[in-house]
């Protein structure tokens, strides 16, 4: 008798349900997985291409010049910077900039910001957005408005950067409408230009901000200004070469730094170990090969190139837990289970990083032990959070050789379990609130189902390793189970959770499907729920989840990353996607669960 049809009938038979127990699917589940870990062994690069810098030509975004690339730093001087800003009407905008040194910026020949002496760059990178210290005012005229930038150095630094204030990623209610940005509508610039840039320069001249020269005065092509060194005239700024991802999706790609694919990376390291099959594992550490060895490379271009937003950006001093911990989980996981191999050290640095900022960097609810972020207003505590920090303090518990530092990393994630709940979790639905906002805690957000997901992958991560005599165990245990029963009175009949949960005219969904099936399976394998009630359900909604995988390992049916907001036809409406790896990553752990939930008991 074959293995499956074997358990088959052994469940049945355990359960008494005879031929009513449900269908399942052709293949194993490890077998239905591994289709999606070859197409991604057959189409991950884990390489940069070479292209231009990207810009963008509305003016939604950060643009900056950097002087110091194009005419070298090291002395004192001055140099100019030009572009246009058009829109349809008159209106007048708030700008966001930060330079070194002194600056002067006019606007159709008017002053609007001027600030002197001597200074250093301070850009930090927000949860969002890059934030600045200055801000300014500028009117716009209907159609084209010229802009020009005096930009002083004392040798040290020599850049500007402008903005326009960030919304944090906040869902809006209306569309936002921005200038146009660059050098399209300028009489004499061809498009070869327009499209390289949106910025014309010229300099250097001779230093000191109150020091007029000729650009201050007239505009002119084909004629050469008395510079510092010698005559200069317009041109543009250096343009750079910068390593991006190949072939990237509109959801993104699958080396990308980010939680998701760290999870993709952490998932085929289980998927390894679960069939012995080394080129799940070998995928997962040129993952993390990939992004040790070339931080160096990222670091170059974001704090050498002010390319802040290139390609694999937030692994340099991210402040969201979205692109620290959680994307950290396989470099952690490859530490605890290989001691020895070439590059240890390199993930040794950065983990210690990551424990340091786990501990003491990432901010928290006032008096709760909680993470919580700045976005999109201060203070929300997201329930993505429970998963994008809790499982990785479980990792370092585990990692650590010391009792009283894995004593400290489980408690911390024990007592998050606890705060998060007061704060997400809502008690008349029996379900997760995406998300809580601290100064306006009467807000209910909808009932997202990835969320609710990422909240049972937490608990069930924080079960699995926590003591039973741990004194937060059993209420941790109750509030798992309470959610699971509660859960599973919003499965359809066939298998799926809608994207949000409790309506059941949005779409059926699977990431929050295979994460649900994943977390049930896992209780019944600990004996967290009762095997006779719950198998069905687990095996119902993997059946739901396997049906959307192809014979490539194609996945379907996978909401995008997704915001937060009280509106709740943001959610109904949000796109799904192929193999977007938010959704593919959580089918693998889910036949993975189910596979050892299927195997323990046909034992």
């Known amino acids: ?170 869902v809006l209610s209306i569309v936002r409408s921005y200038p146009q940005i660059g050098l399209t509508n300028l009489n004499n610039v061809d498009k070869q230009v327009s499209n390289l840039t949106n910025w014309l320069i010229i300099g250097p001249f001779r230093g000191g901000i109150d020091v007029v020269h000729e650009p201050e005065q007239e505009f002119k092509f084909g004629y050469m200004y008395k510079g510092l060194h010698c005559p200069v005239t317009w041109t543009i700024p250096k343009i750079e070469v910068l390593g991006e991802m190949i072939d990237p999706e509109v959801w993104g790609t699958t080396y990308q730094w980010n939680y998701h694919n760290g999870g993709v990376a952490w998932a085929m390291q289980q998927l390894g170990e679960l069939t012995g099959a080394d080129k799940y594992t070998k995928w997962a550490t040129d993952f993390c090969d990939y992004q040790m060895e070339g931080m ?95 499982p990785f303090l479980i990792q370092a518990g585990l990692y650590s050789n010391s009792p009283e530092l894995r004593k400290i990393f489980f408690d911390d994630a024990a007592n998050q379990i606890i705060d998060f709940t007061k704060h997400v979790w809502n008690k008349d639905t029996r379900l997760y609130m995406h998300a809580n906002y601290t100064s306006r805690p009467d807000i209910k957000l909808p009932h997202w189902s990835r969320a609710n997901g990422w909240a049972i992958w937490a608990m069930s991560d924080v079960l699995m390793a926590l003591p039973k005599s741990h004194p937060k165990y059993k209420a941790i245990l109750k509030q798992y189970q309470t959610f699971v029963y509660s859960l599973i009175k919003y499965q359809s009949p066939d298998g799926f959770w809608h994207n949000v949960i409790d309506r059941s005219d949005s779409p059926k969904e699977v990431s929050g499907t295979a994460i649900f099936t994943m977390g049930i399976a896992r209780g019944i394998r600990y004996g967290w729920l009762d095997k006779k009630k719950f198998i069905p359900i687990a095996l119902k909604g993997w059946d739901a989840v396997a049906s959307e995988i192809e014979d490539d390992g194609t996945v379907h049916k996978i909401c995008i990353g997704t915001m937060c907001t009280e509106d709740v036809n943001y959610y109904m409406n949000r796109p799904f996607f192929d193999d977007d790896t938010h959704g593919s990553f959580a089918v693998i752990f889910a036949g993975i669960e189910v596979q050892r939930m299927m195997d323990e008991y046909a034992k």
């Open 1 to 170: 008798m074959k293995k499956k049809k074997w358990i088959c009938l052994l469940l049945s038979a355990l359960l008494g349900v005879g031929t009513a127990f449900p269908q399942q699917s052709k293949e194993s589940p490890v077998e239905k997985v591994k289709k999606i870990g070859d197409k991604l062994i057959r189409e991950t690069p884990f390489a940069y291409k070479l292209g231009l810098a990207s810009r963008s030509t509305s003016f939604n975004t950060l643009n900056f010049v950097d002087f110091g690339r194009t005419f070298g730093l090291g002395q004192e001087a001055v140099a100019y910077a030009y572009t246009q800003l058009s829109f349809p009407r008159d209106t007048t905008i708030r700008v966001e900039t930060e330079h070194n040194d002194a600056c002067k910026i006019w606007c159709n020949g008017q002053l609007v910001y001027e600030n002197k002496g001597k200074r250093d760059i301070k850009i930090n990178r927000g949860e969002r957005s890059m934030q600045m210290t200055s801000s300014f005012l500028l009117p716009l005229k209907s159609g084209n408005n010229n802009v020009l930038i005096k930009s002083a150095t004392f040798g040290k630094e020599w850049c500007v950067f402008l903005q326009p204030p960030s919304d944090n990623d906040a």
């Open 296 to 390: 160096p490379f990222v670091d170059y271009q974001v704090n050498n190139l002010r390319a802040y937003n290139s390609a694999n950006a937030m692994v340099i001093n991210s402040t969201l837990l979205d692109f620290t911990l959680a994307p950290s989980l396989p470099i952690l996981y490859r530490l605890r289970t290989d001691k020895d191999f070439k590059n240890r050290n390199i993930y040794q640095a950065y983990i210690d990083k990551m424990t340091n900022y786990a501990r003491f960097g990432q901010i928290r609810s006032e008096g709760m032990t909680n993470y919580t972020r700045d976005t999109p207003e201060k203070y929300t505590v997201w329930v993505d959070d429970m998963f994008m920090g809790i």
